[in-house]
């Protein structure tokens, strides 16, 4: 089946530690993109990714790194330099249509926790 | 600041009628609207989108609607079904804008059984 995998589902996270989200797409999309939720809030864009080996960062890019190596591929670490990490994170991918824009597909998500 | 807007964050409808989710954006350079729906735990679900230059368009019992001139949209389910109960994310993005989508804050939905 097509689709978005992202993995772990749930994740926990010391203080200062480095934690790296997988998010996996057979969709042959070109663009991929993480978003953030927080309770009672909307989906809020960390980076996204048209190209393979190409990012832009998004509206709460700070203390969050990106790559792009492969199109299938677009894993987000959440440094230390992240203060309030936690939250649900959402990766999403879409084709990047020649005559107008095109609906995003979300994975499952992967909650993070501070310990 | 927020350039979408979902006022309404909750709703609750009998099964059979008809639910009317609204949402209101500021930004004149959007011009792609889409509605995803969300469960608890799970990644939203793309339902239905519009482009600007309709003003209507169906899917099955999920309706939407536009009016640029009010920048508002709206989500029509008819008939409202039980398990059409969820959280409903309206976004929008801009042609020139990277497909880069602007969520609302969401609107839950409860049909009553």
């Known amino acids: 089946d097509g689709g978005i995998t992202q993995s772990p589902k749930y994740l926990f996270r010391k203080e200062g530690q480095n934690v790296t989200l997988s998010c996996e797409q057979n969709l042959n999309h070109d663009a991929m993109y993480w978003y953030r939720q927080d309770p009672g809030q909307g989906l809020r864009l960390i980076y996204y990714?048209?190209?393979?080996?190409?990012?832009q960062k998004g509206d709460i890019a700070e203390g969050y790194s990106v790559s792009r190596e492969k199109k299938e591929s677009f894993p987000l670490t959440v440094t230390s330099a992240q203060k309030n990490p936690t939250a649900f994170y959402l990766c999403?991918?879409?084709?990047?249509?020649?005559?107008?824009?095109?609906?995003?597909?979300f994975g499952d998500g992967t909650r993070l926790s501070i310990l | 600041d927020q350039q979408v807007k979902q006022n309404s964050p909750s709703l609750s409808v009998q099964e059979g009628r008809i639910s009317i989710l609204n949402c209101d954006y500021t930004n004149s350079m959007f011009d792609y609207f889409l509605w995803y729906k969300k469960y608890p735990a799970e990644g939203p679900t793309f339902l239905i989108s519009?482009?600007?230059?309709?003003d209507k368009n169906e899917d099955g019992r999920f309706t939407v609607f536009l009016n640029k001139s009010a920048k508002h949209l709206s989500l029509h389910i008819v008939p409202s079904q039980p398990g059409d109960s969820a959280v409903y994310f309206c976004?929008?993005?801009?042609?020139?804008?990277?497909?880069?989508?602007?969520f609302g804050t969401g609107t839950r939905l409860t049909v009553i059984p």
């Open positions: 976004a929008a993005s801009a042609l020139t804008g990277a497909n880069n989508l602007f």
């Open positions: 999403a991918s879409s084709n990047m249509g020649t005559k107008g824009n095109q609906p995003q597909h």
């Open positions: 990714s048209q190209i393979v080996n190409d990012f």
């Open positions: 519009i482009s600007s230059i309709k």
